[in-house]
């Protein structure tokens, strides 16, 4: 940045000042929060003394450990299928051709948009009828439960993945899988070797966005979820609506702490993304790298 | 990649993308192909994408077109005396109902409260990009960490927290208290809900505007000032054009999920201020009326997508 084109002292003056606003306003109310749960009152307001008190009546909450033992199998399952086929679908989209792309590509965008409570209501009346379906035809009788939240969690998550892959997908030169395959690579030793190292950031990233998607979802969860399967962020939403409570603001703040190290990782997995795409920009560095393995 | 290029969400409508590369593994050979063969190949590469995307393709179409067509279908249901949805006796009862005062009130107040969060997180954002794509590279990357980080954390627990701020028993009422004044009455109303859709969604904002604000050539605003335009003119004439794309992703990316905002209403608002996304919700989960809801959800959707079209043809004018 130059002289004459950053704006003047005042004026620099005020946008500082707005950053420093904006960043309270983004961080104070989470600061908030988590000191509260170290708060041993029984009422959130009125501040007594530090203790983990709270923390350790969450532990022993049957229904909270349920609920966070379903939240963990939910979003492990949803993350897998979904890392899986939105990565297929990335590479279908980004490197082929075939008949009814232009419609898929329309189709995987629609989940991003559409409101979660469309989301929501689409899922449950479609559940209802297929269990209906399939108890008039096959005598099954299904009902929700995880099966069917997962099911959800999936359909929405595979076009974030899809997305995140896609998009650096489109950052690579294609020239290297061509090179692969002018080198006797078949197609499936191309992919392996060539396109899955360089897009696995992009894989990573999307999986960790799957997986936070799926923690976080309250709307769709609430919607095809059965008596006894809820997850987490369902049952401290049902909590919350009835009041405030300190064991609230130490679930909260658990959930909290575990977004914040899905961020770390996935920053961590960027760093060396740019790292290795560095190297693969210095070819003196890179050949340094090869011969090194070589021997 | 820098950090700004996770895409949390990618911009609505996004412009379909550049034509693809050439598929992966055709080798270039210098020995003229015959043109059967070239077809026959490029046929067998369309077949393997075809495959590659089937498994997402089948589950997309039967886990979201398949439910959207359902609802469509659910909109011009009745119900029986019992309340259950039967699919028959198809009528417009639902539509019908969509303008009637109780709706009319509900979706004015979601618009308004959806067009003064977009307008609010638009004012405290884009200074905020700015001075963020302005620094140098180092505290540019801090500085978007620290933006990145309450846009991954728990919506959910984002949203609790203002209810714990602004409660009966929270801070603010005790400072107010504490002064002499009376305790605070915001929670459960409108200007609480207000606060928490801009909270919820302002990084949404940020980030497009960051990645358009950082992607600008700004040898072009350098370039007005030699032609002795002043500071404001070169970023009227200049800098707010060039990251037109910015504001007008960003603003779709606020007013949708503000318009349908479930979560948000629910926990800081009150009987009074039920917006779209909770009404929906009642529908299903209280009323059991299954068409009605059906027929909101199509409302919202619809006026989504015009809000959405007409937003990126303004958008598309001012560049």
């Given at each position: 940045m130059n002289e004459g084109t950053t704006p003047g002292g005042f004026a620099q003056r005020l946008l500082g000042l707005n950053a420093w606003l904006v960043f309270l306003f983004f961080y104070a109310p989470i600061v908030?929060?988590?000191?509260?749960?170290?708060?041993?009152?029984?009422?959130?307001?009125?501040?007594?003394?530090?203790?983990?008190?709270?923390?350790?009546?969450?532990?022993?909450?049957?229904?909270?450990?349920?609920?966070?033992?379903?939240?963990?199998?939910?979003?492990?399952?949803?993350?897998?299928?979904?890392?899986?086929?939105?990565?297929?679908?990335?590479?279908?989209?980004?490197?082929y051709r075939f008949r009814g792309?232009?419609?898929?590509?329309?189709?995987?965008?629609?989940?991003?948009?559409?409101?979660?409570?469309?989301?929501?209501?689409?899922?449950?009346?479609?559940?209802?009828q297929a269990f209906g379906i399939l108890d008039d035809l096959l005598g099954i009788n299904l009902t929700s439960g995880l099966l069917t939240i997962t099911l959800a969690h999936i359909a929405f998550c595979i076009s974030f993945v899809a997305v995140v892959?896609?998009?650096?997908?489109?950052?690579?030169?294609?020239?290297?899988?061509?090179?692969?395959?002018?080198?006797?690579?078949?197609?499936?030793?191309?992919?392996?070797?060539?396109?899955?190292?360089?897009?696995?950031p992009g894989v990573a990233g999307g999986a960790l966005l799957a997986l936070t998607l799926s923690l976080d979802d309250v709307v769709v969860t609430q919607f095809v979820s059965g008596a006894g399967s809820t997850t987490l962020p369902?049952?401290?939403?049902?909590?919350?609506?009835?009041?405030?409570?300190?064991l609230i603001n130490a679930v909260s703040t658990v959930m909290l702490v575990a977004s914040m190290v899905l961020v770390a990782i996935s920053l961590g997995f960027q760093r060396g993304a740019e790292a290795r795409g560095q190297r693969l920009a210095d070819p003196e560095a890179l050949l340094e790298e090869i011969s090194a393995t070589e021997s | 990649?820098?950090?700004?290029?996770?895409?949390?969400?990618?911009?609505?409508?996004?412009?379909?993308?550049?034509?693809?590369?050439?598929?992966?593994?055709?080798?270039?050979?210098?020995?003229?192909?015959?043109?059967?063969?070239?077809?026959?190949?490029?046929?067998?590469?369309?077949?393997?994408?075809?495959?590659?995307?089937?498994?997402?393709?089948?589950?997309?179409?039967?886990?979201?077109?398949?439910?959207?067509?359902?609802?469509?279908?659910?909109?011009?249901?009745?119900?029986?005396?019992?309340?259950?949805?039967?699919?028959?006796?198809?009528?417009?009862?639902?539509?019908?109902?969509?303008?009637?005062?109780?709706?009319?009130?509900?979706?004015?107040?979601?618009?308004?409260?959806?067009?003064?969060?977009?307008?609010?997180?638009?004012?405290?954002?884009?200074?905020?990009?700015?001075?963020?794509?302005?620094?140098?590279?180092?505290?540019?990357n801090i500085l978007l960490v620290l933006v990145m980080i309450p846009f991954w954390s728990n919506f959910l627990v984002r949203t609790y927290a203002w209810r714990v701020i602004l409660g009966s028993e929270g801070p603010l009422s005790q400072i107010s208290q504490a002064l002499g004044g009376e305790p605070f009455r915001l929670l459960f109303t409108n200007v609480a809900v207000l606060i928490g859709l801009v909270y919820g969604f302002m990084p949404f904002m940020v980030l497009p505007l960051y990645a358009a604000l950082e992607r600008m050539d700004w040898h072009l605003v350098e370039a007005a000032r030699d032609l002795y335009a002043d500071g404001w003119t070169a970023f009227r004439k200049v800098t707010l054009p060039l990251s037109m794309p910015g504001v007008v992703a960003g603003s779709i990316l606020v007013f949708?999920?503000?318009?349908?905002?479930?979560?948000?209403?629910?926990?800081?608002?009150?009987?009074?201020?039920?917006?779209?996304?909770?009404?929906?919700?009642?529908?299903?989960?209280?009323?059991?009326?299954?068409?009605?809801?059906?027929?909101?959800?199509?409302?919202?959707?619809?006026?989504?997508?015009?809000a959405t079209i007409f937003y990126f043809r303004a958008g598309a004018k001012t560049l």
């Open positions: 908030l929060l988590i000191v509260f749960s170290f708060n041993d009152n029984n009422n959130v307001g009125i501040w007594t003394e530090a203790s983990f008190r709270w923390y350790g009546e969450m532990f022993q909450d049957d229904r909270v450990m349920g609920a966070l033992r379903n939240s963990l199998v939910v979003a492990l399952f949803a993350t897998i299928v979904s890392t899986v086929l939105g990565t297929m679908l990335a590479i279908a989209l980004e490197r792309r232009g419609t898929l590509d329309g189709i995987a965008y629609l989940p991003i948009i559409i409101p979660d409570v469309t989301m929501a209501v689409m899922l449950l009346i479609f559940f209802f892959v896609r998009a650096r997908l489109s950052q690579l030169d294609s020239s290297l899988e061509e090179a692969a395959a002018d080198l006797y690579a078949n197609r499936w030793q191309a992919f392996r070797k060539v396109t899955l190292p360089l897009i696995a369902v049952y401290v939403f049902g909590l919350v609506r009835r009041g405030v409570t300190p | 990649m820098t950090v700004s290029e996770i895409p949390p969400t990618p911009p609505p409508g996004t412009p379909p993308p550049p034509p693809p590369g050439r598929p992966i593994s055709k080798p270039e050979t210098a020995e003229p192909v015959t043109p059967e063969l070239e077809a026959a190949s490029r046929r067998a590469e369309a077949r393997r994408g075809f495959f590659i995307a089937l498994p997402s393709f089948i589950y997309l179409v039967l886990l979201f077109v398949v439910p959207l067509l359902l609802v469509f279908v659910y909109s011009f249901a009745t119900r029986d005396a019992t309340g259950q949805t039967v699919l028959e006796g198809w009528n417009l009862d639902s539509y019908r109902r969509l303008f009637s005062a109780e709706v009319l009130e509900i979706f004015l107040r979601s618009l308004l409260l959806a067009t003064v969060t977009t307008a609010i997180c638009l004012a405290l954002s884009y200074p905020f990009a700015f001075y963020i794509a302005t620094r140098g590279p180092r505290v540019r949708i999920p503000s318009l349908g905002a479930y979560v948000t209403p629910a926990l800081l608002g009150g009987a009074r201020t039920v917006l779209m996304g909770d009404y929906i919700v009642s529908q299903f989960l209280a009323a059991r009326n299954w068409p009605f809801g059906s027929a909101l959800s199509f409302a919202v959707m619809f006026v989504m997508l015009v």
